[in-house]
């Protein structure tokens, strides 16, 4: 199983940016996608969550109505659009996996099986 994120990088306060995951080695559209976070010095956090069928999508209170988690089941990818993005954002953005069959994603990293390797997003003020 490969889950593996690209997008990330060095914007401005209050710039966008698309993250983007990439998953082969599993059934894509079985499995519940989030996003998490890490920033130095701190534990992860949950950023967003989508259900398998990507019509059901949960985000962090910090988060909301500024990103948007989407899923293609069709290209096994996960999409994550940060907008108006803060100097505390700054952290290692992480796809994960969940085998979850329910209409609502988990939330918690330990619900996730597989984790991608993370890319890096700074905000500069």
């Known amino acids: 199983v490969q889950l593996v994120e690209s997008g990330g990088g060095l914007v401005q306060v209050g710039d966008s940016l698309r993250l983007s995951c990439a998953s082969s080695g599993l059934p894509f559209s079985l499995y519940a996608m989030g996003w998490f976070r890490q920033a130095p010095g701190k534990e992860r956090e949950f950023v967003a969550a989508i259900g398998w069928s990507g019509t059901m999508a949960f985000y962090a209170d910090s988060v909301k109505g500024r990103f948007t988690i989407t899923r293609d089941n069709s290209k096994n990818t996960l999409s994550l659009q940060m907008n108006s993005l803060k100097p505390d954002e700054t952290a290692v953005y992480y796809c994960?996996?969940?085998?979850?069959?329910?209409?609502?994603?988990?939330?918690?990293?330990?619900?996730?099986?597989?984790w991608g390797q993370g890319t890096q997003v700074t905000v500069s003020s």
């Open positions: 994960a996996a969940a085998y979850n069959q329910r209409p609502h994603p988990p939330h918690g990293t330990n619900a996730y099986d597989y």
